[in-house]
């Protein structure tokens, strides 16, 4: 019969797994809670914006929208968990119950895990309107209510399986070094997981790209190639790549640095870059908002009217005018589709 320890400390837990529990503050200790607060506050504030203009624009009433207010919202989330384990971190963690450490784990995991399945839904969408050279996937809003319901179970499961089972509370032998009340086996799990979607991402994005060159390379060669057409290929070219790039170099140092210690490398000194990698990975939380939001005119256009609300206040925003150099500006293809001036 196993024995657990419900009743152990923190520290009892860091001391098994031998990772360091400090009880003063370092001058390490106070650059990365520092880096961390500034990190989480500029995360909050730019998501926060993403989400008020996505509501009060009518114009961003659509899928793809709703999908990326749902992105500001998990990446919002992740701001308020990371911020949460900055003011639960460094000489405070010995001061944490079982119960308190656990929240702040899966704060974390669940916020980190709707972020990435978001940003799938969101590439599988772009594959779609691309492919069909629609402006807008015809997707209901009901179906996307049920999507956007679909990753927050799938976030909230994976957050909260170590607190209710998942752990090494009763099998000190299996616990990691990264999260020492964490079972090695839901790290690996957990990092598979998201490398998966990793894997699926890049094959989605890789096809449009190829699809994309393709298409450009084909219509350069017709003398009633549509400029319009040629710009909005190679913009969406430039957003494949800075996706792509950004995902690579926030996540996977941190999922490799997990599967590591998943599978228990005593020669891998994970714990000397743990801190580092989840920020990389928090950090992402804030290029999402730009990439998916700030390369949109239209969406520039209403964090400008939000900001300068003051300037703008005895003028009424009608978001029926149309501006032939904003996002809807939209380009006739050969098949007879509408393909949209914009970058998501």
Same mark, same amino acid.
């Given at each position: ?6 009743? %152990? ?5 860091? @001391?098994?797994?031998? #990772? ?7 001058? =390490?200790?106070?650059? +990365? ?13 730019? @998501? ?51 119960? $308190? ?22 590439? +599988? ?37 170590? /607190?209710?089972? &998942? ?6 032998? =299996? ?14 799990? &957990? ?5 998966? !979607? ?14 994309? =060159? ?5 219509? /350069? ?9 040629? %710009? ?5 070219? #430039?957003?494949?790549? !800075? ?7 926030? &996540? ?17 000194? +994970?714990?000397?870059?743990? =801190? ?5 990975? %928090? !950090? ?5 908002? !730009? ?24 003028? #009424?925003?009608?978001? $029926? +005018? ?5 996002? *809807? ?11 949209? *001036?914009?970058?998501?």
């Amino acid at each position: 019969m196993k024995h657990c320890f419900y009743n %152990e400390t923190v520290g009892f837990f860091y @001391n098994n797994s031998r #990772k360091e529990l400090t009880t003063y503050w370092r001058t =390490k200790d106070v650059l +990365v809670v520092a880096l961390g607060l500034t990190v989480s506050v500029i995360v909050l504030l730019t @998501n926060l914006l993403v989400i008020t203009a996505i509501i009060i624009n009518r114009r961003f009433h659509y899928p793809i929208y709703y999908l990326l207010g749902n992105l500001a919202a998990a990446d919002l989330f992740a701001g308020i968990a990371y911020m949460f384990l900055m003011f639960h971190t460094g000489p405070r963690t010995a001061e944490l119950s079982l119960k $308190t450490w656990f929240i702040r784990q899966s704060l974390l995991d669940t916020s980190l895990t709707a972020s990435v399945v978001n940003l799938l839904a969101i590439a +599988v969408e772009r594959h779609q309107t691309v492919f069909t050279m629609q402006l807008h996937s015809k997707m209901s809003n009901q179906r996307v209510m049920i999507l956007i319901f679909c990753i927050w179970v799938t976030a909230l499961l994976l957050g909260l399986i170590p /607190s209710y089972g &998942w752990h090494c509370l009763c099998a000190l032998e =299996k616990c990691s070094s990264m999260a020492p009340l964490y079972s090695r086996s839901y790290l690996t799990f &957990w990092a598979i997981s998201n490398l998966v !979607i990793f894997l699926i991402m890049v094959v989605v994005y890789t096809h449009i790209f190829i699809y994309v =060159k393709r298409k450009m390379t084909r219509m /350069s060669k017709h003398t009633s190639f549509h400029p319009r057409y040629k %710009e909005t290929m190679i913009s969406l070219v #430039k957003t494949v790549t !800075i996706i792509l790039s950004a995902f690579v170099i926030c &996540w996977t140092p941190g999922q490799v640095v997990l599967l590591l210690d998943g599978l228990g490398c005593k020669s891998c000194n +994970v714990l000397a870059v743990e =801190k580092y990698v989840l920020l990389l990975a %928090e !950090i992402n939380s804030l290029i999402n908002a !730009i990439v998916y939001s700030y390369r949109d005119n239209e969406m520039r256009n209403t964090f400008r009217r939000i900001l300068c609300f003051v300037c703008y206040r005895n003028s #009424k925003y009608t978001p $029926t +005018v149309v501006k032939l150099n904003t996002t *809807d500006r939209r380009t006739l293809s050969q098949n007879g589709h509408f393909t949209v *001036d914009s970058s998501i």
